[in-house]
């Protein structure tokens, strides 16, 4: 074996020669090791089905080109007109039910913030509450410290993903502000 | 419950490596032994001499491949191999010194038989330096062996009950399975929403819930009037499964929630996997209470351990000596990396991001050989090493040990950003597949790749377990870490619909898989087929709640 910029050198240095003879058998070893490490995996059955693999990937990219495709939004892009059951709702829910701490007939869509205040851990009440009588409720270890569950703003915290409401009416629901009447 | 085939295939011998067998048997591998020697990173080799190198017998010759004969011990190069055979008749079966594989010198191949893997395995067990339960790092089969933490569940538990619980459904009538109901956002809480339906269509838990095994009825804490989740998502289930198909606001579940999780009680966006970890955790304390057990999770009974639980294996190897230490944790899901390997990086002067976010493409299989892949610990974190009784550089290198009934996989879409030391998502794409085996990722796969991938019997190999499993639930995640919205897609007789909130939609399966995947739920592929025939017989709910009404569509 010979690097091509090797080749003027080759027939002069010794030691040129002797270094990419060595590399070369080096070389050798390592492809025929993979070899015959593939040659067991195949003969064993150990292999993973490929084709399919690719076949998978293939269906992924074309789903991907036609839910970019602009000409296909709508129904794609979740801009529905009604649900399965003929049913249309608005951006934030409408049923109205009694709240099980104070009694007060609450709007569905407006229950969470209500409920909060209700319970007493609106913002200013949550500020008294200890960590330590609640991490320790966190049973899975995830091994990362910056995953204390932190009622407060998440700026610059924490593994999570936080949600909206729905992506019709984003603007309703702001990121943790509350100022509720 | 079926069997799993067999992780490997035992090849079929050639000629000379059958007629070699019918003469000498294994006695030549058991001479061959004493040369074996094995390595730290569980490679064997031959070492035919302490001090001295091989050469071929023919040419002197010390490069290349090298074999030795196993009835005459005398070596051979790959180009004088053949005529060893010619010269002296029978002798065709050799052995590659650098990797102790068999080769047939008349065939020109490697072959393979168990016997001799199975003599290299002795070999090593013997070389490694061991803990008190070395056995079980490599585990050869012990037929006896206690099983860890409550191996492979009875499912005629979840049999559908034989007596009165059990009504012919005339819902079966309309052209939707039962269980597709949306659910009203109540400010902020689609997080729970997402998570909640996923819950909702996991068969072994929806079977649980739905067939009263645990109800407000009997439920002893309800009576003693405190708190307990699982009588609360008792409640979503039979609203759910009513037939009523109005959305339904989970607000006492929220309520319920709220008291538990103190610390997550709060009117603001939040983590769907955390509502998840917390729901499960709810379930298992109020179970494990009622029961008096202790609280250890490796045995738990309750049924959130029972459907999600699975159990990791990790091994600490030290790169000096071999030595491995074993240790086994319990866990409800796998939160996985992502695997960036599939990463096209442009170069600077590059077109403006594509709609899609950047170019990285990975898939979760790559995710998974991640997750499993041998991780040299830096050598700042050098780890005690018993056998060296020194601080060594180690590989840490995680496998599944037991796989549970429902597999949740956590993708993290986080990372530190290094310009502003914070936190941000990677929107990257990541391919998941709708049918996925995990037979790679068991330890007893992991294991027997890191020997070599030997003929051998693994722990773990016994397990009657199956491992495919079928996607069911994908939760998905569109927007930032501070803002965004989660929307859960389910499948359902191979038909996948959209829930969004009090949204319930049909789409097809392109848009899912065109989706951002965040939590992936897959369960056992003979529970995902027996559920969607179940479907049609559920018990009806006996709470007041169930409705008859038929939706309204064909």
Known sequence: MSLPNEENAMSSSPDAQLSSHVFGDLLDSIIVDVASECHRIAKLGLDRNFEEEEEELRLSAQARVRVADPSNSGEANGKYVVDIFGQNHPSVASEVFECMNCGRSIVAGRFAPHLEKCMGKGRKARLKVTRSSTAAQTRNSRGNPASTYSAYSNSNSTNRLSNGASAVAGEEYSNGALEEP | MSTRKPSYANPKPCNHLSAYKLKYGSSGYKSLQKSLKSAPNGRTSVRIHETKIPRCSFCNGFEGRLYICLICSSVSCSNHAVLHTQLEIGHDLAVDVQRAELFCCACSDQVYDPDFDKSVMAKHMLDLPCSTNSADSIGERLCERKRLGGSGVVLSEFKKPEKSGFVRDHRAKSC?????????????????????????????????????????????????????????????????????????????????????????????????????????????????????????????????????????????????????????????????????????????????????????????????????????????????????????????????????????????????????????????????????????YLSSSIVRNRFGNRIFAFEGDESEMSTEFEIFAVVTHSGTLDSGHYVTYLRIQDQWYKCDNAWINEVDEGIVRASQCYMMFYVHKTLYYKANIDLRHLPVSTQKEAFQRMAGCC
């Open chain 2, 176 to 440: 939707y399975p039962l269980g597709l109901r949306g659910l009203n956002n109540l400010g902020n809480t689609c997080f729970m929403n997402s998570v909640l339906q996923a819950l909702l269509h996991a068969p072994p838990l929806r079977n649980y819930f739905l067939s009263d095994r645990h109800s407000r009825r009997t439920c002893r804490k309800r009576t003693a009037n405190r708190l307990c989740l699982p009588c609360e998502l008792h409640g979503v289930y039979s609203a759910v499964y009513s037939g009523d198909w109005t959305p339904y606001s989970p607000a006492q579940l929220l309520y319920s929630w709220w008291q538990h999780s103190e610390n997550l009680a709060s009117y603001e966006q939040q983590d769907a996997h955390e509502f998840f970890i917390s729901v499960l955790d709810g379930i298992h304390e109020k179970e494990t209470k009622a029961r008096n057990h202790t609280k250890d999770s490796g045995d738990c009974q309750c049924i959130a351990h029972r459907v999600f639980s699975g159990l990791l294996r990790s091994d600490v190897t030290c790169m000096t000596c071999g030595f491995t230490s074993t240790t086994y944790d319990p866990c409800l899901d796998i939160s996985l990396n992502l695997d960036t390997s599939r990463c096209s990086w442009s170069d600077a002067s590059n077109k403006p991001a594509k709609a899609n976010g950047s170019s990285c493409s990975s898939t979760l299989l790559g995710c998974l050989d991640l997750f499993t892949k041998p991780e040299k610990l830096g050598s700042d974190q050098k780890l005690y090493c018993q056998n060296c009784q020194e601080l060594r550089d180690s590989s840490k290198q995680m496998s599944i040990r037991k796989l549970p009934m429902v597999l949740c996989l956590h993708i993290k879409r986080f990372e530190h950003s290094l310009v502003r030391k914070m936190m941000r998502k990677i929107d990257s794409y990541l391919h998941f597949p709708f049918s996925l085996d995990m037979t790679p």
